[in-house]
């Protein structure tokens, strides 16, 4: 998926491609990450790196301290895409449908969009995609405070890029733990009632 009808945005994210190593503070991430591409749990374990984000209210933090001590389903989106974004918007309404009655809430799940797109989201559009979906208090929309080599290189650290394309897009959802730690992947469009299940199953381990 492309960004359409945006050059100047498309050319900047594109260059963000034309790196050959990872961004400082990723590499070993990516390192630890790179035999681990397919659907399923990753094993060992995965820490989230630090990365600067501001979310859908404004507020600036940090991805990695934001889901510590929760269990987060983390997705890539771009407000203003027009093809996989809404499904994956979609999906995770009723991941949130299927955990909004489970003891704690928003105390234990969270779910989180992080954009692909730090050039042109911003928190107003966030908070307008978010509502279409009837995003609740346990759904944040997080905009990376960072250039596009850099969510070229989180993307690489995943197994979710290459880094080989200007086209960039991943309809992949990840589970990340209490701890902080990227320890499931499923495929692409995963059905929501499997993610919400998996993370009933991390909540319920000690």
Same mark, same amino acid.
């Given at each position: 998926?492309?960004?359409? $009808?945006?050059?100047?945005?498309?050319?900047?994210?594109?260059?963000? !491609?034309?790196?050959?190593?990872?961004?400082? *503070?990723?590499? $070993?991430?990516?390192?630890?990450?790179?035999?681990?591409? *397919?659907?399923?749990?990753?094993?060992?374990?995965?820490?989230?790196?630090?990365?600067? /984000?501001?979310?859908? *209210?404004?507020?600036?933090?940090?991805?990695?301290?934001?889901?510590?001590?929760?269990?987060?389903?983390?997705? !890539?989106?771009?407000?203003?895409?027009?093809? !996989?974004?809404?499904?994956?918007?979609?999906?995770?309404?009723?991941?949130?449908?299927? #955990?909004?009655?489970?003891?704690?809430?928003?105390?234990?799940?969270?779910?989180? +969009?992080?954009? @692909? %797109?730090?050039?042109?989201?911003?928190?107003?559009?966030?908070?307008?995609?978010?509502?279409?979906?009837?995003?609740?208090?346990?759904?944040? *929309?997080?905009?990376?405070?960072?250039?596009?080599?850099?969510? /070229?290189?989180?993307?690489?650290?995943?197994? @979710? +890029?290459?880094?080989? +394309?200007?086209?960039?897009?991943?309809?992949?959802?990840?589970? /990340? %733990?209490?701890?902080?730690?990227?320890?499931?992947?499923?495929? %692409? @469009?995963?059905?929501?009632? +499997?993610?919400?299940?998996? #993370?009933?199953?991390?909540?319920?381990?000690?």
């Amino acid at each position: 998926m492309t960004i359409a $009808n945006q050059p100047t945005r498309r050319a900047v994210l594109a260059g963000g !491609f034309c790196l050959t190593r990872p961004c400082s *503070g990723l590499a $070993n991430v990516t390192a630890r990450v790179s035999g681990h591409r *397919g659907p399923g749990p990753i094993v060992p374990p995965v820490p989230v790196p630090p990365l600067d /984000v501001v979310l859908d *209210g404004g507020c600036a933090t940090d991805l990695a301290a934001m889901m510590r001590g929760r269990i987060t389903a983390l997705q !890539f989106v771009l407000t203003g895409c027009g093809s !996989f974004c809404p499904i994956l918007g979609t999906i995770f309404a009723r991941i949130q449908d299927q #955990m909004q009655d489970q003891v704690g809430g928003a105390d234990v799940f969270q779910l989180v +969009s992080l954009s @692909l %797109d730090p050039v042109g989201d911003t928190p107003r559009a966030f908070t307008t995609w978010l509502a279409k979906f009837g995003a609740g208090r346990h759904w944040r *929309g997080a905009i990376p405070q960072a250039g596009p080599a850099d969510i /070229v290189a989180l993307l690489q650290a995943w197994g @979710l +890029s290459t880094g080989t +394309s200007s086209v960039f897009h991943t309809e992949t959802v990840l589970l /990340v %733990d209490r701890a902080g730690r990227l320890v499931y992947r499923f495929a %692409d @469009l995963p059905d929501p009632a +499997s993610v919400a299940v998996m #993370m009933r199953r991390l909540a319920s381990r000690p």
